[in-house]
């Protein structure tokens, strides 16, 4: 092959050759930074994300060693390079390391063409070396800029920072005790319903209907009771931290099928119409027992507060290292005071979501007139009383299920048009 004579771009036949080796170069980079051992966050970035702008980068190389105007600011460019890394998690060591592994590759490559090609003057390589090094000197020093950036800002925010988690951290105990107390008054109004309803049940005189409106209040309050306490009861135990993993390898989609399957009449009898979708098996290494009782409190909570409409279950893969279920429904949105503030607190932090308010939910007294006629709104009420609280409860179980699991816990919700809950956790779960 015969090098151009054209003395007015000697390096062209070089730009040529990386811009064709452009692919291996990005290639053999990762590779390079895949078998460092100090870069453990490669395997999760997709090849858009982990190349970024460093073919950017290249066109600007290209510019230099042709003598043209260049397209973007290096400087520029490799902040953002920089701000993108961070995002990712990464370190500002693993950045540098990451760029000097490309600066390394597109050295070697230099020196490959000076093997192709040895009748090329020495001292334009000399020259395209040292463009090469220069621009990636720039590189790396754009990225350590804006880290730097970051660093000095984090500095700057991190007292009001701690000042704002100190309050949020008062007010949610602060509201965690209003649930609890609201709780307790819950619990003494279905009590007393039960004794109204049990009084009443003595009474001489009674149709058979009216026997009957009183064992349906008697046994729904009596059900009422029975699950706030274990609701009360679980989350007292995990508060405590006397809750354990039992990790094992499972089909976490038959899990979820299961799950929805048994779920399905309950749904039915309300007039829900209750969804599934995902891939049809899912092998992971977790607590099953843990993510049953995640799922059937979210599922749960979504049946009995949706009043009509769709509630959608669905679970996938992401990447090799995750997987994540979700449940949606179409319900009224979360609406009590503790429920809203861990919304918001839960809430995803690229995605824009709407919280209701802080609302109340007040238990309702039902006791029969003289004349034993029961309301519809009575009911009701013996039925509902209590549904913001023990929906609050249920969250609360789900969050601290979620830090025992090390899973993402997030919350968006809209006032009028529903909630959906999101769990991510390890696809390979650590033991404890």
């Known amino acids: 092959m015969v090098i151009s004579s054209d003395t007015r771009q000697p390096l062209t036949e070089l730009v040529s050759y990386l811009f064709t080796r452009r692919e291996a170069i990005l290639n053999n980079w990762r590779q390079a930074c895949e078998h460092d051992p100090s870069l453990q966050r490669i395997s999760s970035l997709s090849r858009e994300e982990f190349n970024n702008l460093i073919p950017i980068i290249f066109n600007i190389l290209e510019q230099r060693l042709l003598n043209i105007p260049q397209e973007a600011d290096p400087t520029i460019t490799a902040t953002s390079h920089g701000l ?17 592994h490309l600066t390394q590759i597109l050295l070697s490559e230099v020196i490959a063409f000076q093997e192709l090609f040895p009748q090329t003057d020495a001292r334009l390589l000399l020259q395209a070396q040292q463009k090469l090094v220069q621009l990636m000197t720039e590189t790396i020093d754009g990225s350590v800029q804006k880290y730097d950036e970051f660093q000095r800002l984090e500095a700057a925010n991190r007292f009001s920072t701690l000042q704002q988690a100190f309050e ?3 007010e949610l105990s602060r509201q965690r005790g209003d649930l609890l107390r609201t709780s307790s008054h819950d619990l003494k109004s279905s009590f007393g319903i039960i004794n109204s309803a049990a009084s009443l049940l003595k009474m001489e005189g009674l149709t058979e209907q009216e026997r009957g409106q009183f064992l349906d209040m008697l ?65 992971v290494e977790s607590d099953p027992v843990k993510i049953q009782r995640i799922v059937q409190n979210l599922l749960l ?3 009995q507060y949706t009043p009509a409409g769709f509630i959608s279950v669905s679970w996938s893969k992401e990447a090799d290292m995750r997987w994540m279920f979700s449940i949606q429904d179409s319900g009224p949105g979360l609406q009590s005071n503790l429920t809203s503030l861990l919304a918001k607190q839960l809430r995803p932090t690229i995605d824009s979501t709407s919280s209701m308010g802080p609302g109340e939910s007040q238990p309702v007294s039902v006791l029969p007139s003289s004349d034993h ?18 929906e609050g409860i249920g969250l609360q179980i789900v969050k601290r299920l979620c830090e025992l699991l090390m899973a993402n816990f997030d919350i968006e919700t809209q006032a009028g048009r529903g909630t959906l809950v999101r769990i991510r956790m390890p696809i390979h779960q650590p033991g404890k």
Do not use: C
């Open 168 to 170: 949020q951290i008062q």
């Open 84 to 100: 993108h890394r961070w995002q990712k998690a990464y370190a500002l060591p693993e950045t540098m390391r990451e760029l000097s």
């Open 219 to 283: 046994n729904r309050n009596l059900t009422h009771v029975q699950s706030m306490l274990g609701s009360l009861m679980d989350l007292s135990r995990l508060e405590a931290g006397e809750e354990s993993l039992q990790i094992q390898s499972f089909d976490a989609a038959q899990l979820l099928n299961e799950l929805v399957a048994g779920a399905q009449p309950m749904a039915t009898k309300r007039g829900l119409i209750l969804r599934a979708d995902g891939p049809d098996s899912l092998l």
């Open 373 to 390: 006629e029961l309301s519809e709104e009575q009911i009701v009420a013996g039925q509902t009383t209590g549904a913001a609280q023990g």
């Open 301 to 303: 909570n979504a049946i």
